[in-house]
């Protein structure tokens, strides 16, 4: 499996931009479609964004589309989550997650194998 590390996280004013990133070692990277879940105390897990391993496809939750990009650079074995127009409700802890099926562009926890530890991210209004 694929080792992933979050980072990136804190504390940002609605309306600003954050960008986490979620570095991988231990396999090969764009060997795995890549996505982002967050979770809010008291919620579930909520699909955030996908892109798949070479970049070129993305898909997104509503409640982010529009406002946050997913990203990738095999190169660094990083991707990342670009989040502008931050709104109170996005606070929650953030999960990178890898995919090792390629040919599905999965949207569901338990399409992702491998998990990161997770980064805090609060928005103050």
């Known amino acids: 499996q694929v080792q992933l590390v979050e980072s990136g996280g804190g504390l940002v004013q609605a309306g600003g931009s954050l960008r986490l990133s979620c570095a991988a070692s231990?396999?090969?990277?764009?060997?795995?479609?890549m996505g982002w879940f967050r979770q809010a105390p008291g919620k579930e897990r909520e699909f955030v964004a996908v892109?798949?391993?070479?970049?070129?496809?993305?898909y997104y939750g509503v409640s982010v589309k529009g406002r946050f990009t997913i990203s990738r650079d095999n190169a660094k074995n990083t991707v990342y989550l670009q989040m502008n127009s931050r709104k109170p409700e996005d606070t929650a802890v953030y999960y990178c997650a890898a995919d090792s099926t390629l040919l599905r562009l999965g949207s569901s926890s338990s399409d992702f194998g491998s998990w990161g530890q997770g980064t805090q991210v609060t928005v103050s209004s």
């Open positions: 231990g396999r090969t990277f764009s060997r795995y479609n």
């Open positions: 892109i798949n391993w070479s970049g070129g496809i993305t």
